[in-house]
């Protein structure tokens, strides 16, 4: 947790506290519900990543995360890690895990990762090897959580539910105990279109009736407490970006809209002086007119990702995040009439 005096420090004057890093979109899984880009022959070279770290570290950033892609393909992994290491960043890798050995698990634990987030897409093989496309990947995602666990490093497991894996939660909260896990698992249904523009992956998202039980389940889990969320606007941009395999600095993996270019401009520049961070900074909810009228807005986790995806826009409103909205009242004035 961060202490209330940092965070009110961090807001008021936007500092970038949390950069997401995709140091590669090259990945050796093929998974269905992908949104990345393909891969790309203009990638930042070890040198660039560790210019932008440099200036990540003096602009106040604290949390760092390693993501793709598959951040472990890149043969230079080790050389950035140790740089940011010694920056002392809080660490964070987001892996599929495939490629985590003896040696790959005792580097991660010696370079101290704050955190290491791997895929799991089904409690059994044949499901999570469909969704990855990859024989065998179950196995090795296994076997990487036992070594990162047996070595003390913090593993958090990330579950995306679809209709391929869906009525494997159980399994996968079991499988997260078995594994030595001591921290609860993260699991989120939310499907984004690929960052190309196609709308494939939208099949796999679950049904209102899948969305029902699983919002059920949660609302369970949480002690029966309500399923609201009255903040309309989440914090990408203010105290968070991501960068992306090229250098461009977007607001959020999932709003791929370039605020500037690090190979053409330094980082606080683009921070502090972007039109478009200066936008999303100076909006507030009163200003989502669309989103500030709706009978769902105290249910809405309201995703900029999704508007943007679904509209081209930031701040308008999304069919997606409404249908979550819904569901989510529908559950939670159901259960408390059971009561």
Same mark, same amino acid.
């Given at each position: 947790?961060?202490?209330?005096?940092?965070?009110?420090?961090?807001?008021?004057?936007?500092?970038?506290?949390?950069?997401? +890093?995709?140091?590669?979109?090259?990945?050796?899984?093929?998974?269905?519900?992908?949104?990345?880009?393909?891969?790309?022959?203009?990638?930042?070279?070890?040198?660039?990543?560790?210019?932008? +770290?440099?200036?990540? @570290?003096?602009?106040?950033?604290?949390?760092? @995360?390693?993501?793709?892609? %598959?951040?472990?393909?890149?043969?230079?992994?080790?050389?950035?890690? &140790?740089?940011?290491?010694?920056?002392?960043?809080?660490?964070?890798?987001?892996?599929?895990?495939?490629?985590?050995?003896?040696?790959?698990? &005792?580097?991660?634990?010696?370079?101290? =990762?704050?955190? !290491?987030?791997?895929?799991?897409?089904?409690?059994?093989?044949?499901?999570?090897?469909?969704?990855?496309?990859?024989?065998?990947?179950?196995?090795?995602? !296994?076997?990487?959580?036992?070594?990162?666990?047996?070595?003390?490093?913090?593993?958090?497991?990330?579950?995306?539910?679809?209709?391929?894996?869906?009525?494997?939660? &159980?399994?996968?909260?079991?499988?997260?105990?078995?594994?030595?896990?001591?921290?609860?698992?993260?699991?989120?249904?939310?499907? =984004?279109?690929?960052?190309?523009?196609?709308?494939?992956?939208?099949?796999?998202?679950?049904?209102?009736?899948?969305?029902?039980? =699983?919002?059920? @389940?949660?609302?369970?889990? +949480?002690?029966?407490?309500?399923?609201?969320?009255?903040?309309?606007?989440?914090?990408?941009?203010?105290?968070?970006?991501?960068?992306?395999?090229?250098?461009?600095?977007?607001?959020?993996?999932?709003?791929?809209?370039?605020?500037?270019?690090?190979?053409?401009?330094?980082?606080?520049?683009?921070?502090?002086?972007?039109?478009?961070? /200066?936008?999303?900074?100076?909006?507030?909810?009163?200003?989502? %007119?669309?989103?500030?009228?709706? &009978?769902? @807005? /105290?249910?809405?986790?309201?995703?900029?990702?999704?508007?943007?995806?679904?509209?081209?826009?930031? =701040?308008?409103?999304?069919?997606?995040?409404?249908?979550?909205?819904?569901?989510?009242?529908?559950?939670?004035?159901?259960?408390?009439?059971?009561?």
């Amino acid at each position: 947790m961060i202490p209330h005096a940092l965070e009110k420090k961090v807001f008021d004057n936007n500092i970038p506290l949390d950069v997401q +890093i995709e140091l590669t979109w090259k990945c050796n899984h093929r998974c269905l519900h992908c949104y990345q880009y393909p891969p790309s022959d203009n990638e930042l070279s070890a040198a660039e990543i560790k210019d932008i +770290i440099s200036q990540l @570290a003096d602009a106040g950033c604290l949390y760092l @995360a390693f993501t793709g892609g %598959e951040p472990l393909l890149r043969k230079d992994i080790w050389e950035i890690a &140790d740089f940011a290491f010694k920056k002392h960043f809080a660490l964070t890798l987001q892996t599929n895990g495939t490629l985590i050995g003896e040696k790959e698990a &005792d580097k991660i634990a010696g370079f101290n =990762f704050f955190v !290491v987030h791997i895929s799991i897409l089904g409690s059994k093989a044949d499901t999570h090897d469909r969704v990855t496309g990859v024989k065998g990947s179950f196995e090795k995602v !296994v076997k990487a959580a036992k070594l990162l666990n047996s070595r003390g490093v913090k593993v958090i497991l990330n579950h995306t539910m679809m209709k391929e894996n869906y009525g494997e939660y &159980d399994g996968i909260k079991k499988l997260n105990k078995e594994l030595g896990c001591n921290v609860d698992m993260r699991v989120s249904p939310f499907i =984004f279109m690929s960052s190309d523009g196609s709308a494939e992956q939208e099949a796999l998202r679950l049904d209102d009736d899948q969305l029902k039980e =699983f919002y059920r @389940a949660m609302r369970g889990e +949480i002690g029966g407490q309500e399923l609201q969320n009255k903040a309309l606007l989440c914090n990408f941009g203010k105290c968070s970006c991501c960068i992306n395999a090229e250098g461009k600095v977007y607001p959020c993996v999932a709003v791929p809209l370039p605020a500037g270019d690090l190979r053409k401009e330094k980082f606080k520049d683009i921070w502090q002086n972007s039109p478009l961070f /200066g936008k999303i900074r100076t909006v507030t909810c009163n200003e989502l %007119e669309e989103c500030g009228k709706c &009978d769902l @807005a /105290g249910w809405c986790f309201r995703c900029s990702g999704f508007s943007y995806q679904e509209t081209g826009e930031l =701040f308008r409103g999304s069919k997606e995040a409404k249908r979550f909205a819904r569901i989510i009242r529908e559950v939670s004035r159901y259960e408390k009439e059971k009561v």
